[in-house]
């Protein structure tokens, strides 16, 4: 055959080689400039979410659809990347774009297994479909795929494309990328992490729900291992660290607790001051709003409101299981308790566990945790009744029982419930209003309802002294006799039914001072006060203080705090007598930045002495402030001299019937109040007081925020004169007791009542008072 004759089949057989590559090649140009855009990778704006953080930085809180904390690849460990590349793309910086070697692998092992088990998709392929193309498992966006990484690799450095996977990957419980997954899972920076805490998180991408260490901890622990030998095989750890790392056991935090200080109520508060403010935009553009929250503080008061409640429920008596498991006769196994405990709420210290066997000596429980913990001696204490056969079903402790554990000041796990009482508790710096720490009530995922901005309740006794503030503008002193005497109405007088009020302790003990009457808390003589200076003039007073006046009944019963009233309320109002006389509005943001850090809005708050406005006299807020120390110190809040100090200053509260409890307090840099009550009102019991159920709460916050505080000492202001007083209220240079008064109503050395000489009362009030 003759070379021309050759010639044709060749050129046919060529062609029929190179048709592919032409037609490739021609697919390829049509294509590639129909590509998308790479500015979503050169311009990379993600959807941050609206963060919330303490006056000195730390994260309460963050709204929206994804987590994202993004960090530059030079903040990335070395640790976390060669866990990265060796879970996920050894070659990464040999390659470029396509791994044909792990393509050749993966094909190897799929093929010598049986199946497609192993891909070879490298990491530029990852931020190739994530960033732009679906999920979708067909051939042209695969193809897609090709050229999209080819065009990434040539358009960005490996360090660029490393950095855009390690923001954007999605690791599970909502958290995009490496940073915010260790602080989801870990509550940790990324900076903090060590290596099987970098090796368990970089074995997520593969299958962010499958290998979640808090829902999959067996699964995630397998991923975890496979990854620690490939880091190993790799030469980024040495077998002693390989070693180390296998048995080191991981600690994941759960859901609910990835912020360093619980302050729900008051992130709730803020979400919606920016969310009204740009919309759907606070969730995506990355807002920071700095609030005027003291970590510290928060902590101290989430703590102490947890434990004044659960220290009164206990009080109250065991109630009995929250539900009851059918155990099918002990055949169930421990996957398939843990799934009957999957549907029942953590909350905090207080653990859902499922009871296995149970006696009025030990019983052997199940707990959420996976953990089977045994109770007896003081942990069954306080359910010991319910242990008891005679004791109804319903209420009985059983196997299969759905309990609370908790572990107690000792360390021990005792059996516990969730409570049923709320209380709330906030503080301020009464110099300006900035809110220091804001619990709203006992569990923001059981009830968002914010008990210190929405509850509107009785003040009780804590509404005396704003009584007693007005009675002072009217020329009473601490001195002035008042009769502490049984006392009625009709109801002409009341503006409803009949009433014939009682002190608290239900004694009567005749004519006393009005510093004696408020330590006491008479109701009787705050009652004549009333009466003297009138419930109009009283109601007008104290909405200068910031009360709602169409909540503050013009009547008498106002005297011992029948009005409604919020916690805030009172923590603006008692913050004036803590400043001297000045009105602060509470506020709780300090400013709002954007994503770049550019502020968009700041507080200009005034000051007491600094642009606030003065409501009442100083000399006023001196008075009050000395009454007050002294029911802490002699009175209904005595218990509050267990801190040791004697600038303390504040005022009990207890409705009728014991239905709210109250406590508000000051020392000259920081206000507190407490409550404790409801929902839907009724008794917290006989026994229940203002100074037995919310004031500990204030203790134990106060014992922690003053912890390094000096002493505070009160100074007369100008224009009073100190006189020595008896018992009787009569002036007496022998006594040691010193009273103040306003100059202009001192009164002079007779030995007439001091009140009598001061303020003139015409003879009806005279009768009114004594």
């Known amino acids: 055959m003759t070379p021309r004759r050759w010639l044709l089949p060749t050129l046919v057989i060529l062609t029929l080689l190179m048709l592919p590559a032409i037609l490739l090649g021609l697919v390829v140009m049509l294509t590639y400039p129909t590509l998308p855009s790479l500015d979503a990778l050169t311009d990379y704006r993600p959807k941050i979410p609206l963060r919330i953080y303490s006056a000195e930085g730390t994260l309460l809180s963050e709204f929206g659809e994804e987590r994202r904390a993004l960090v530059k690849i030079a903040e990335v460990p070395v640790i976390m990347k060669q866990a990265i590349l060796a879970a996920e793309d050894d070659r990464f910086y040999e390659h470029g774009g396509i791994d044909y070697m792990g393509v050749l692998r993966a094909a190897i092992s799929n093929f010598s297994s049986g199946g497609a088990k192993q891909g070879a998709s490298t990491i530029t392929m990852q931020v190739a479909r994530n960033f732009f193309l679906s999920k979708e498992k067909t051939y042209s966006r695969k193809f897609n795929e090709v050229l999209l990484t080819f065009k990434i690799e040539h358009s960005l450095t490996k360090d660029e494309i490393l950095q855009l996977y390690v923001?954007?990957?999605?690791?599970?419980?909502?958290?995009?990328?490496?940073?915010?997954?260790?602080?989801?899972?870990?509550?940790?920076?990324?900076?903090?992490?060590t290596i099987p805490e970098a090796a368990m998180l970089a074995g997520l991408p593969k299958a962010p729900s499958s290998y979640n260490p808090v829902v999959n901890p067996k699964r995630a622990k397998l991923r975890q291992m496979y990854v620690l030998r490939r880091m190993n095989e790799l030469h980024y750890i040495s077998d002693e660290q390989f070693k180390v790392a296998q048995l080191q056991p991981v600690e994941t935090i759960r859901s609910g607790q990835e912020f360093a200080v619980k302050a729900d109520y008051l992130s709730e508060m803020v979400r919606q001051i920016v969310y009204d403010k740009y919309q759907d935009d606070a969730y995506t553009q990355g807002f920071k709003v700095y609030t005027t929250i003291r970590q510290q503080d928060q902590l101290a008061a989430y703590k102490a409101v947890r434990k004044g409640v659960m220290d009164y429920d206990r009080r109250n008596g065991y109630r009995g299981p929250e539900g009851f498991v059918d155990l099918q006769n002990g055949s169930l196994t421990s996957e398939q308790i843990e799934e009957a405990l999957q549907d029942?709420?953590?909350?905090?210290?207080?653990?859902?566990?499922?009871?296995?066997?149970?006696?009025?000596?030990?019983?052997?429980?199940?707990?959420?945790?996976?953990?089977?913990?045994?109770?007896?001696?003081?942990?069954?204490?306080?359910?010991?009744?319910?242990?008891?056969?005679?004791?109804?079903?319903?209420?009985?402790?059983?196997?299969?029982?759905?309990?609370?554990?908790?572990?107690n000041e000792k360390d021990i796990w005792q059996i516990s419930q969730l409570p049923q009482v709320q209380a709330a508790f906030v503080s301020g710096n009464p110099r300006d209003g900035a809110i220091l720490s804001l619990i709203g009530g006992f569990d923001f995922g059981r009830n968002q309802f914010n008990h210190i901005t929405q509850a509107f309740r009785q003040p009780g006794s804590s509404f005396k002294p704003f009584v007693y503030s007005a009675a002072l503008e009217k020329g009473f002193t601490p001195a002035t006799i008042i009769?502490?005497?049984?006392?009625?109405?009709?109801?002409?007088?009341?503006?409803?039914?009949?009433?014939?009020?009682?002190?608290?302790?239900?004694?009567?003990?005749?004519?006393?001072?009005?510093?004696?009457?408020?330590?006491?808390?008479?109701?009787?003589?705050?009652?004549?006060?009333?009466?003297?200076?009138?419930?109009?003039?009283?109601?007008?007073?104290?909405?200068?203080?910031?009360?709602?006046?169409?909540?503050?009944?013009?009547?008498?019963?106002?005297?011992?705090?029948?009005?409604?009233?919020?916690?805030?309320?009172?923590?603006?109002?008692?913050?004036?007598?803590?400043?001297?006389?000045?009105?602060?509005?509470?506020?709780?943001?300090?400013?709002?930045?954007?994503?770049?850090?550019?502020?968009?809005?700041?507080?200009?708050?005034?000051?007491?002495?600094?642009?606030?406005?003065?409501?009442?006299?100083?000399r006023n807020a001196f008075t009050m402030v000395s009454m007050m120390q002294d029911v802490v110190k002699h009175g209904?809040?005595?218990?509050?001299?267990?801190?040791?100090?004697?600038?303390?200053?504040?005022?009990t509260g207890t409705t009728n019937d014991s239905i709210d409890a109250w406590f508000c307090g000051f020392q000259q840099s920081v206000v507190g109040v407490s409550w404790i009550g409801f929902d839907q009102p009724r008794s917290l019991g006989d026994k229940e007081t203002g100074g037995g159920a919310a004031l500990p709460i204030w203790i134990s916050y106060m014992e922690k925020v003053l912890k390094d505080v000096p002493q505070a000492e009160y100074i007369a202001p100008d224009n009073m004169v100190a006189l020595h007083i008896n018992d009787d209220g009569l002036i007496d240079d022998s006594s040691a007791r010193i009273e103040y008064f306003y100059q202009e109503n001192s009164p002079s050395h007779a030995t007439a009542p001091a009140a009598i000489e001061q303020s003139k009362p015409t003879e009806a009030v005279k009768d009114q008072l004594l």
Do not use: C
């Open 483 to 618: 009769n502490d005497a049984p006392i009625s109405f009709d109801s002409e007088q009341t503006g409803s039914e009949p009433w014939e009020p009682k002190n608290y302790d239900g004694k009567f003990e005749g004519p006393m001072r009005m510093r004696q009457a408020l330590i006491k808390s008479k109701n009787m003589v705050s009652i004549r006060i009333l009466q003297s200076i009138t419930p109009q003039y009283a109601k007008d007073y104290a909405a200068k203080f910031g009360f709602d006046e169409a909540k503050i009944p013009a009547y008498l019963t106002m005297a011992l705090g029948a009005g409604s009233v919020t916690p805030l309320q009172m923590l603006a109002g008692y913050s004036v007598f803590a400043n001297g006389g000045y009105s602060v509005t509470p506020y709780f943001i300090q400013r709002i930045e954007d994503a770049r850090g550019t502020i968009l809005s700041k507080a200009t708050p005034t000051s007491a002495g600094n642009g606030a406005q003065q409501i009442i006299d100083a």
């Open 167 to 193: 923001n954007q990957i999605y690791l599970g419980q909502r958290a995009y990328g490496f940073a915010a997954a260790a602080n989801v899972y870990f509550g940790k920076s990324i900076g903090q992490l």
């Open 636 to 651: 209904t809040a005595i218990r509050a001299m267990q801190l040791g100090r004697n600038d303390l200053a504040g005022k």
């Open 344 to 407: 029942i709420e953590d909350n905090d210290d207080l653990i859902p566990a499922i009871v296995l066997a149970a006696s009025p000596t030990l019983i052997r429980t199940y707990t959420k945790r996976g953990e089977t913990l045994e109770i007896s001696g003081d942990g069954l204490r306080f359910a010991l009744p319910n242990l008891n056969k005679k004791v109804a079903l319903n209420q009985r402790i059983n196997p299969g029982s759905i309990i609370r554990l908790q572990k």
